[in-house]
């Protein structure tokens, strides 16, 4: 019989010391590191605020409706209008 000659490993040199490599499995490369760091989903900089849309939109909620308090325009404010040429039957002032 022949006798068999070892395997000789390879190694490689990382920040903690010289590392074995297992035969048949190629070491991680800094190109294969790059791409892993590329394809992975993007994170914010920064903490986020919750994203308030829709039915649950509580921002929304305190808005002060435009329509709601009926008068759009003050007396004072049409009265200058209408001297200024505007026609007296104003359709977007509400009288109580």
Known sequence: ????????????PTPEG???LIPGIRPITTRDRLTLLANAPLRPRGEQEPLYIGFLDESARSQLDLFSRGVLITDELRDRHIANGAADDETDHFQP
Not at 1 to 12: A, G, I, Y
């Open 18 to 20: 010289e590392q074995t």
């Open 1 to 12: 019989m022949s006798k068999r000659q070892p395997h000789t490993l390879q190694t490689e």
